[in-house]
Structure formats: C-alpha cells, structure tokens
C-alpha cells in the first residue's frame, strides 16, 4: 500500500520516493509535500495501513479507489473514520458495563417475574433439563440492543449459558 502526497511523492513503507513532476514543483511545495509525508509516516495509525489491517471498503463510497494507493487526504478521513468508529465502540462496552449491573441488582426480582409469568423453571437449551443452579439469559444479549423484558428472557444452566455468551439465540 503506498500514499501519494500530491503529484510529488509516494510514502511506500517507511520509504519516500520523488515522483517525476517533481521537478518543476518549486522548493516551498516539495517542502511541504515531504512535512507531510514524515507527518503520515510517523502516525500511529500509519502502521495499520502498512500492515493491511485497514477495511479499504470504507473508501469505496467516497471515491475510486486502487487497491495500491491512496492519497494523503484518503489517508485522514480513513484514520478519522477509525477514530470515530473506535469512540462508538468504547460508548458501546461502557453503556453495556451499566446495563448489565443494573439488570445484576434486578436478577432476583426478574427471575420471579419469570416465573410468575409461568416461564418454565428449567434451562432453555434443548434437550436439558437442568433444574438447579439456574442462570437468567438475555435471549437477545444488552450488548446487542437486548431488553430486560420478560419476552428476551430464559432461563438456561451455567455451561450453556457460557457456551452461548453474547450470541443471539431463540
């Protein structure tokens, strides 16, 4: 994967390379042109990008992209996009932390609920007919937009609530 700074350079690797035009570019525009290659060069992000660890299908929408190069400014919104996906997934594990203390403090009072609601008091999986050391499972996991409703609510034993973790499963 290689980045061109403007028509002058290309940041290939760690390494810079001239292009022909060049050389008719005055000092002041291939100075700033080599500033900026350092600049993307020594980015935290750069490496992802060098590595391939980048989804170039993000690009697809915004413009034509090869698969061997991507220019300077792709480079920024690219690392943008990353950056704003990585603070939504952030938000997401932080807010699913507080769901899941909240519907902790509730478990007792949802079990009965469950219950009440005449919810058979044994594991859900199939074929088990476990009774004791009951967990409450979420059928639609918090961390994929689950409720506490008693409709997205099963019982199910410790190994199979384990074996399913944050799966949806009906």
């Known amino acids: 994967m ?13 390494d810079v390379f001239v292009k022909e035009g060049a050389a008719d570019a005055t000092p002041e525009r291939l ?9 993307i060069r020594s980015d935290e992000f750069y490496p992802s990008v060098v590595c391939g660890q980048v989804d170039f299908g993000l ?18 919104w690219l690392k943008r996009e990353y950056e704003i996906a990585e603070a939504g997934r952030i938000a997401k594990g932080k807010h699913t932390i507080v769901r899941r203390k909240d ?11 469950m ?21 409450v499972d979420h059928i ?3 961390s994929r ?13 410790r190994s199979h609530n384990s074996a399913k973790g944050d799966k949806h499963d009906r």
């Open 103 to 113: 519907f902790g403090a509730r478990r007792s009072q949802l079990a009965l609920a």
């Open 145 to 157: 937009g689950g409720d506490d409703g008693l409709a997205n609510l099963q019982f199910l034993c």
């Open 59 to 76: 690009l697809a929408e915004r413009s034509e992209i090869t698969s061997s190069e991507i220019t300077s400014e792709e480079f920024f």
């Open 2 to 14: 290689s980045i061109a700074i403007d028509d002058l350079l290309t940041l290939y690797n760690y």
């Open 31 to 39: 100075l700033e042109a080599v500033k900026l290659a350092f600049q």
């Open 115 to 135: 219950i009440d609601a005449g919810v058979p008091h044994r594991c859900a999986f199939p074929g088990c007919e476990e009774i004791h050391d009951l967990t």
């Open 140 to 142: 639609r996991p918090l």
